[in-house]
């Protein structure tokens, strides 16, 4: 009999899709969108920030800071409905308690089930560890040969992007803005792909594991970058990136857009050599980078084609757009 499977994480349920396990999805969470099919699946999950505040980063900070300080959840689970399903397994993460439901809440729930389900909590903090994540789902969903294959077919992907990154030059600097207010900047796997790209992100770079040595070339997996941090405006202003990425997480390109505009009201801003010269883009961030799933391999080819101006690398229908906040100079 075939498993039955829930997803409560957007990427893993991408993933899971990827290796061909979309036929054994039974629920979701509120956040599944991708692939369009699984938004027929029942929605198991809601959020406790309504969607007034969709656009507004400052004050979704402000509920998300004052949630968690309250030890109250931003999310809440439909007990019954899982119950209902009888799902064998349950995919959840415990990397980031903004992002999802948590797995405390999880396992709480899974364990008043009989038969009581397997949890499988994806937290990767490396690319590596995202394509690592889609060999887990494939021993736990019994499609193993298949994750395989899309393991293979994600890596010549980046292999074939990265034939057109020039390793021998430092590359630009590059500002990846994960939330504009407060300013946080991109961590984990996002500075890694900026510098595989051939650019630098400086404000959270990644280096080299211990013992790795220079981890350059064909061992830059071994490069690793920390978790997205907050920065100062004025650390922003006196970097003077070259280019800037604004990609705030869950945030679709009409709302990043909206962001962007108020970013560049900023005297601050405005000031930056990427504003004055036009390297601004505006990405997707509830599809893109945000989501540790197969299309980060769409990322690094946008990230090639862009930043070393090879558009014809950038995906067909790829999530983004220009962005001039003042006339070029």
Known sequence: MALRIISLLPSATESLCAIGGERLLVGRSHECDYPLAVTNLPVLTSQSIGPDLASDPGAIDAKV?????????????????????????????????????????????????????????????????????????????????????????????????????????????????????????????????????????????????????????????????????????????????????????????AHTRECASALASKTWFQSLKAARTGRVALVDGNQMFNRPGPRLVDAFEFLVGWLNHRPELIPLNFPWEPFRSSPSK
Not at 126 to 138: N, Q
Not at 155 to 179: L, Q, T
Not at 223 to 231: C, E
């Open 65 to 253: 800071r004052e949630q968690l300080a309250s030890g109250n959840s931003l999310y809440a689970v439909n007990e019954r409905l899982l119950r209902d399903l009888k799902p064998d397994l349950i995919l959840t993460q415990d990397l980031c308690e903004v992002c999802s439901i948590d797995l405390k809440t999880v396992r709480r729930i899974a364990d008043t089930l009989s038969p009581v389900p397997e949890i499988v909590s994806l937290n990767p903090q490396t690319f590596e560890g995202v394509l690592d994540d889609l060999y887990t789902l494939g021993r736990a969903a019994g499609l193993e040969k298949q994750a395989t294959e899309a393991v293979a077919r994600l890596r010549e992907r980046m292999f074939a992007a990265a034939e057109f990154v020039n390793a021998f030059e430092d590359g630009p600097s590059v500002v990846f803005f994960e939330w504009t207010d407060p300013i946080f900047v991109g961590g984990h796997w996002t500075p890694q792909l900026i510098e595989r790209a051939g650019a630098r992100h400086p404000l959270n770079a990644p280096i080299p594991r211990e013992n790795a040595g220079a981890a350059s070339g064909p061992q830059m997996a071994e490069r690793i970058a920390g978790k997205s941090i907050s920065v100062a405006p004025e650390i922003v202003e006196a970097l003077n990136p070259d280019a800037v990425i604004i990609s705030p997480c869950g945030m679709n390109l």
